[in-house]
Nanobody, 117 residues
């Protein structure tokens, strides 16, 4: 079992920045990938960014050039640096992890990001 705990959400004005953190209860050396997803009211959950164990990254087109995903294996933590935030980025952001030794994937409880215009 793995627990993921997100932090760093909040209220920010358009154009501002936030950094989200996702702390895992188990080592992330053996992840297949970790990522961030978001869900806005009335919309489906969508991928924001992912990072593999080797450090390869993938981003949704809507956040390319503005968001950066990274991880610190020593701290078992993944991050999402969000710059140039827009009101459309308002959503609950969820951390996700898939480990190579598990058929299950894991989700955090979510953290609210609200961007005011």
């Amino acid at each position: 079992q793995v627990h993921l705990v997100e932090s760093g959400g909040g209220l920010v004005q358009a154009g501002g920045s936030l950094r989200l953190s996702c702390a895992a209860s188990r080592s992330i050396f053996s992840i297949n990938d970790m990522g961030w997803y978001r869900q806005a009211p009335g919309k489906q959950r969508e991928l924001v960014a992912t990072i593999t164990t080797g450090g390869s990254t993938n981003y949704a087109d809507s956040v390319k050039g503005r968001f950066t995903i990274s991880k610190d294996n020593a701290k078992n933590t993944a991050y999402l640096q969000m710059n140039s935030l827009k009101p459309d980025d308002t959503a609950v952001y969820y951390c996700h992890a898939l480990y190579i030794w598990s058929v299950n994937d894991y989700w955090g409880q979510g953290t609210q990001v609200t961007v005011s215009s």
